[in-house]
């Protein structure tokens, strides 16, 4: 079983509108949480880490938050813009190195 | 500066055929990972070098995948001989080290490889 799932496993938007996708994992313990985005055919780029002290992070438009009590965490999009249209990967890292994956929300927006 | 490099970033070949993928890391980043991505997954961690010692390889499908990093720099996953289900993109990434905080161990990856088995 996957430790980390995220739903919804895909969702459409209107450009300039919000959006927010979430994160559950059951890894533990765990060092940092990470939100990556990876666009079509590109590797994975970081967007935020966040260690288990920390409930928020932001990057730009994208807002990251973290419940390491309930093991949540969810990726704001506020203003949504074309160039988002990307899928979004919550990744935990068990330890220094080993990282544990989601499988990704796939963001389209349209104008 | 220059990001992780793979290369070829297509590759289409005929089932048992032998194919291979090169990677050059971040410049300075002693730590490489190779990992298979499948449609609609997240990555899956293949090996780890530290330097030129791969410290983890225990995903690597040992009967027909080999890799390398002779110099502890640039790497090159073999696949020999390929099958229908390795059609998948295979990703590089680097980080400075293992340890010492996510200010050091945060992995940077590379455009992928997507390989195509026939």
């Known amino acids: 079983k996957n430790q980390v799932e995220q739903s919804p496993q895909s969702l459409i938007i209107l450009e300039g509108k919000n959006c927010t996708l979430q994160?559950?994992?059951?890894?533990?313990?765990?060092?940092?949480l990470r939100w990556y985005k990876q666009d079509t055919g590109r590797g994975p780029v970081s967007l935020t880490i966040?260690?288990?002290?920390?409930n928020t992070k932001s990057n730009g438009r994208y807002t990251a938050t973290l419940d390491a009590d309930t093991k949540q965490s969810s990726l704001h999009i506020t203003a949504s813009q074309l160039s988002d249209s990307a899928s979004y990967i919550c990744?935990?890292?068990?330890?220094?190195?080993?990282?544990?994956f989601g499988a990704g929300t796939t963001v389209t927006v349209r104008a | 500066e220059a990001g992780v490099v793979q290369s070829p970033r297509y590759k289409i070949i005929e089932k048992k055929q032998p194919v291979a993928f090169w990677c050059n890391p971040i410049?300075?980043?002693?730590?490489l990972y190779w990992y298979l991505q499948n449609l609609g997954q997240g990555p899956e961690l293949l090996i780890r070098?530290?330097?030129?010692?791969?410290?983890?390889d225990s995903q690597l499908p040992k009967d027909r995948f080999s890799a390398e990093r002779l110099k502890g720099v640039d790497s090159t996953l073999k696949i020999q001989p390929a099958e229908l289900g390795d059609s998948a993109v295979y990703l590089c990434?680097?980080?400075?080290?293992?340890?010492?905080?996510?200010?050091?161990?945060?992995?940077?990856f590379g455009p992928g490889t997507r390989l195509t088995v026939l």
């Open positions: 990434a680097s980080s400075l080290r293992s340890g010492g905080g996510p200010s050091y161990n945060e992995q940077f």
């Open positions: 994160c559950n994992y059951t890894v533990s313990p765990f060092s940092n």
């Open positions: 966040m260690t288990f002290s920390e």
């Open positions: 070098y530290e330097n030129e010692e791969a410290v983890d």
């Open positions: 990744v935990v890292s068990v330890n220094d190195y080993k990282l544990s």
């Open positions: 410049s300075g980043h002693n730590t």
